[in-house]
Every structure is written in structure tokens, then in C-alpha cells.
């Protein structure tokens, strides 16, 4: 069964082959580490082996070579994958609790510790009475 799962399409022309002028390739390369593989979800798409991250690449460096900016590329693969695909997110509903979450939980963690010390103070000074 999951030999039937494998891809059967050869790998974009792109997918592994470097852009012949260097400084493209690196415009390219600088662009790819900051999106998100979609099925490893921990690499970005210039370390993932998956094929839908060689596609992605193939399709980062097509458009590098046409000459498009990298930041028209982002915003077409973050149109077409959404704000997931990107490490850096935009703040907005969707990811309000990316942004905000770990000062919400620093001013939580803040109240408990605070509320417990308090109290041990409370229960020094009725031992003390």
C-alpha cells in the first residue's frame, strides 16, 4: 500500500539544479530558507526531500530567473499556500496568538508566581501572630 503513495512524476526541472548565475541562485537559495516545507513542516523547503518542496523550489527559481522579486514570489506562495508557509507570519487574526501567546503566557506564569508568593507571605504573618 504506501508503495502506491510514492510520486511517480520525475522532479521539477528546478527542483534540484542550481540557477546558472550566481547571484540569482543566491536570491533564490535566501528565499527558499525562509519558507516552510508543507508536508515536514520543520525544514524549510531548500533542506526537505519531499516533492512538494522540490516543486516549490523549482518554482521559487523559475521565477527568480524570470526576474521576479523575491518578495512578489512570497506573497504569490503565501496566496496560494497561506501564511503558514512562511517562518515570518504576518500579524493578523489568524496568527494573533503566534505573536501575542508568549507574552500572554510570561504575564500569566507572572500573576501565579506573584500570587504565590504572596500568599507565603500571608502564611509567615499568621504564623507570626
Known sequence: MPATAQDRLPPAPYAYEQLRDPAKEARAKALMDELRCLVCQGQSIADSDAPLAGDMRHEVRSK????????AIKKWLVARYGNWVSY??????????LWLGPFLFLLLGGWLAFGRFRRGEDD???GEA
Open 64 to 71: 527568480i530567473a524570470a526576474g521576479e522579486s523575491p518578495e
Open 124 to 126: 509567615a504573618a499568621e
Open 88 to 97: 515570518d507570519p504576518p500579524f493578523d487574526a489568524a496568527t494573533a496568538f
